[in-house]
């Protein structure tokens, strides 16, 4: 059974922190995120207060689980479209990051 793991980590101000462990090797990936996307942090992380979204696969032998955690300082939480959005988003990162 081969094991795959990913992370990233947003570090402000609008820094992207990406590790995987392909291989038994650790890799380091950062780059700036641009304006728009950091506003789109920023506001979640003001109006949400700590919020854990996971999304698994369907499938028993390659499922696969993804999820996200936001340390915000708001009091309220997503609503499901606002957790997808935010999947969508982080996804879009991760993409651009690892295709570096």
Request: glycine content about 6%; overall charge negative; hydrophobic content about 45%.
């Amino acid at each position: 059974m081969q094991v795959v793991c990913n992370d990233m980590a947003i570090l402000l101000p609008g820094r992207v922190y990406v590790a995987s462990c392909k291989g038994g090797s650790f890799e380091i990936d950062i780059f700036a995120v641009v304006k728009d996307e950091l506003a789109q942090f920023r506001q979640w992380q003001a109006d949400y207060g700590a919020v854990t979204v996971t999304q698994q696969d369907e499938a028993a032998a390659d499922a696969m689980t993804i999820t996200l955690a936001l340390f915000g300082r708001g009091d309220s939480q997503p609503t499901e479209a606002e957790q997808q959005a935010m999947l969508v988003w982080a996804q879009d990162i991760y993409t651009r990051a690892d295709s570096r």
